[in-house]
């Protein structure tokens, strides 16, 4: 039988990523005897890597299927960074369990930071769970689905220290064949004392610089117009070649990120970069000035800070202090002058007392983020923090912080959006408006989104727009 679906089934649930909308899913005749069904949770790389299983199991006589009752194999792509996440990830486990007691002949894994934090453990506490595997383990995944079949528990939590998953081409399922995300290193070595990635993705390694180039030149001319570097720490990317025998032995000079951004930038004029995340201790002026120099890099950085106060900026190990933090906004914007900005922020972090709290507020004050993402601290087991820190802000201050952080937050991004107002950008389009049928949207440089009235213009086209209005969260406008 012709079997047609092939797509993937994407659930965002960090908080950024919640509620946002998938395109339609592409169907395509494929020829597989065998289904899996995929979810992810938590960032964009873990999207990005839910690409590369896909790709993995699709070469292995897996297709898609976006009808969890029709799979052999159903995944869950888990993220770990904060305990709510986790709490989702084993909800959604009881579902699949019900199913799978139903269908005795379906396989269930857990892929991801949380398969990795939990390992075996795993397999104790989620009995139906059949395959757990660690974000550094998919190319073994088709041996352990085999071990899995025989009715073996299969497990493969092994972190690498070379792995980037370099030479697999990405299968983009679920994409508007607009944008695509393109991962450029793995792991994290800055040990925030909060942070559980370092523990679930291991040690940092960047991604040969030729692949990269080469997925983006193969997206570009699959009609692409717009990729995202990823990596937990873009700006310390650092690549060097081997010995290049066919240049007589000669090493090729090493690859910064700066050189990547440049090198991805000179492809195509009109292919968009995008990139994150970056951590302010590492992004450099050589990376503001190559943002600067290419108009089809995008003024927009998301440089989290995490706390106003140095004293808990040092207790959260991110080796920079307010001043420094400021110092670097004050150069993006002598560099950039129109960049947009965004960040993270964390309330009620261990000790934090209400004059460091007043000083996240007034950074906030002074950075004006066009775009901020903020969560209140959630203790994770194994981290620095977990093991020297007491968790000695109680929930209730936590969360009123947060929503202190949230309302003075919302003032500051739709001021940044009526400043727009009257303003003519050059917007990528990327769909049709969800809202209304008879609208486009996209995004303007600076990543904030654009919705106008549907003319001739297509999905893909860049197109000048006026903005005529905004709400809190879109721009409104009409084609110049
Ligand atoms: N690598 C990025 C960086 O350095 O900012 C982001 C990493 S993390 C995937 C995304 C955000 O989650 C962090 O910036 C931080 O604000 C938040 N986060 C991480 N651990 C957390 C925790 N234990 N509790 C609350 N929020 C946390
Ligand atoms: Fe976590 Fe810090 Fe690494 Fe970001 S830079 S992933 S917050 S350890
Ligand atoms: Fe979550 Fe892992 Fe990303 S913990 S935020 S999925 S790196």
């Given at each position: 039988?012709?079997?047609?679906?092939?797509?993937?089934?994407?659930?965002?649930?960090?908080?950024?990523?919640?509620?946002?909308?998938?395109?339609?899913?592409?169907?395509?005749?494929?020829?597989?005897?065998?289904h899996f069904y995929i979810e992810?949770?938590?960032?964009?790389?873990?999207?990005?890597?839910?690409?590369?299983?896909?790709?993995?199991?699709?070469?292995?006589?897996?297709?898609?299927?976006?009808?969890l009752e029709?799979a052999d194999l159903v995944l869950v792509n888990t993220?770990?960074?904060?305990?709510?996440?986790?709490?989702?990830v084993r909800?959604r486990l009881t579902e699949f369990r019900k199913l799978k007691k139903a269908n005795p002949g379906m396989l269930v894994g857990v892929l991801?930071?949380m398969a990795?934090?939990?390992?075996?453990?795993f397999l104790?506490e989620e009995k139906l769970v059949d395959l757990v595997v660690?974000?550094?383990?998919?190319?073994?995944l088709?041996?352990l689905i085999?071990?899995a079949e025989?009715g073996?528990k299969a497990v493969?939590?092994?972190?690498?220290?070379?792995?980037?998953?370099?030479?697999?081409?990405?299968?983009?399922?679920?994409?508007?064949?607009?944008?695509?995300?393109?991962?450029?290193?793995?792991?994290?070595?800055?040990?925030?004392?909060?942070?559980?990635?370092?523990?679930?993705?291991?040690?940092?390694?960047?991604?040969?610089?030729?692949?990269?180039?080469?997925?983006?030149?193969?997206?570009?001319?699959?009609?692409?117009?717009?990729?995202?570097?990823?990596?937990?720490?873009?700006?310390?990317?650092?690549?060097?070649?081997?010995?290049?025998?066919?240049?007589?032995?000669?090493?090729?000079?090493?690859?910064?990120?700066?050189?990547?951004?440049?090198?991805?930038?000179?492809?195509?004029?009109?292919?968009?970069?995008?990139?994150?995340?970056?951590?302010?201790?590492?992004?450099?002026?050589?990376?503001?000035?190559?943002?600067?120099?290419?108009?089809?890099?995008?003024?927009?950085?998301?440089?989290?800070?995490?706390?106003?106060?140095?004293?808990?900026?040092?207790?959260?190990?991110?080796?920079?202090?307010?001043?420094?933090?400021?110092?670097?906004?004050?150069?993006?914007?002598?560099?950039?002058?129109?960049?947009?900005?965004?960040?993270?922020?964390?309330?009620?972090?261990?000790?934090?007392?209400?004059?460091?709290?007043?000083?996240?507020?007034?950074?906030?004050?002074?950075?004006?983020?066009?775009?901020?993402?903020?969560?209140?601290?959630?203790?994770?087991?194994?981290?620095?923090?977990?093991?020297?820190?007491?968790?000695?802000?109680?929930?209730?201050?936590?969360?009123?912080?947060?929503?202190?952080?949230?309302?003075?937050?919302?003032?500051?991004?739709?001021?940044?959006?009526?400043?727009?107002?009257?303003?003519?950008?050059?917007?990528?389009?990327?769909?049709?408006?969800?809202?209304?049928?008879?609208?486009?949207?996209?995004?303007?440089?600076?990543?904030?989104?654009?919705?106008?009235?549907?003319?001739?213009?297509?999905?893909?086209?860049?197109?000048?727009?006026?903005?005529?209005?905004?709400?809190?969260?879109?721009?409104?406008?009409?084609?110049?």
């Amino acid at each position: 039988m012709m079997e047609l679906l092939q797509t993937l089934n994407t659930k965002q649930h960090d908080e950024r990523r919640q509620g946002e909308a998938f395109s339609p899913n592409t169907v395509l005749e494929t020829p597989f005897k065998k289904h899996f069904y995929i979810e992810s949770y938590g960032c964009a790389m873990n999207f990005a890597d839910s690409e590369v299983v896909a790709a993995i199991l699709q070469s292995n006589g897996f297709g898609a299927t976006k009808i969890l009752e029709e799979a052999d194999l159903v995944l869950v792509n888990t993220c770990s960074i904060r305990e709510k996440a986790e709490a989702t990830v084993r909800k959604r486990l009881t579902e699949f369990r019900k199913l799978k007691k139903a269908n005795p002949g379906m396989l269930v894994g857990v892929l991801g930071c949380m398969a990795e934090r939990l390992k075996e453990k795993f397999l104790q506490e989620e009995k139906l769970v059949d395959l757990v595997v660690g974000p550094d383990a998919y190319r073994t995944l088709p041996g352990l689905i085999q071990e899995a079949e025989t009715g073996q528990k299969a497990v493969n939590v092994l972190l690498s220290r070379e792995e980037t998953y370099a030479d697999i081409a990405p299968v983009r399922l679920n994409s508007n064949g607009v944008n695509a995300f393109v991962s450029i290193m793995r792991g994290c070595n800055n040990m925030c004392s909060f942070c559980v990635v370092p523990f679930t993705r291991g040690r940092e390694r960047s991604r040969d610089a030729n692949s990269i180039i080469e997925e983006c030149v193969d997206l570009v001319n699959n009609g692409y117009k717009e990729v995202t570097l990823l990596g937990q720490n873009v700006d310390s990317y650092y690549w060097t070649a081997s010995p290049n025998p066919s240049k007589g032995g000669i090493y090729e000079a090493p690859v910064t990120f700066a050189k990547l951004l440049e090198r991805v930038a000179l492809i195509n004029p009109l292919l968009r970069v995008r990139f994150s995340t970056s951590h302010p201790k590492d992004i450099t002026d050589e990376v503001l000035f190559t943002i600067a120099k290419y108009d089809n890099i995008c003024n927009y950085i998301h440089l989290p800070v995490q706390s106003g106060s140095s004293r808990v900026l040092q207790m959260m190990n991110r080796t920079y202090t307010r001043e420094w933090y400021i110092a670097k906004v004050n150069r993006i914007r002598e560099i950039i002058p129109d960049c947009g900005l965004s960040t993270d922020m964390i309330t009620g972090f261990c000790t934090e007392t209400e004059e460091d709290h007043q000083q996240s507020l007034s950074l906030m004050e002074y950075c004006k983020y066009d775009l901020a993402y903020m969560y209140f601290y959630s203790e994770r087991p194994g981290t620095l923090a977990a093991r020297r820190f007491k968790d000695d802000v109680p929930e209730e201050v936590k969360k009123r912080r947060l929503q202190e952080m949230i309302d003075l937050y919302r003032g500051h991004s739709l001021a940044s959006m009526q400043k727009d107002v009257g303003k003519t950008f050059n917007v990528l389009i990327e769909g049709a408006s969800k809202k209304n049928a008879d609208q486009l949207y996209g995004r303007n440089d600076q990543n904030k989104v654009v919705v106008f009235p549907k003319g001739t213009q297509k999905k893909g086209e860049y197109v000048f727009i006026k903005v005529s209005a905004c709400t809190a969260g879109t721009l409104l406008g009409e084609v110049e």
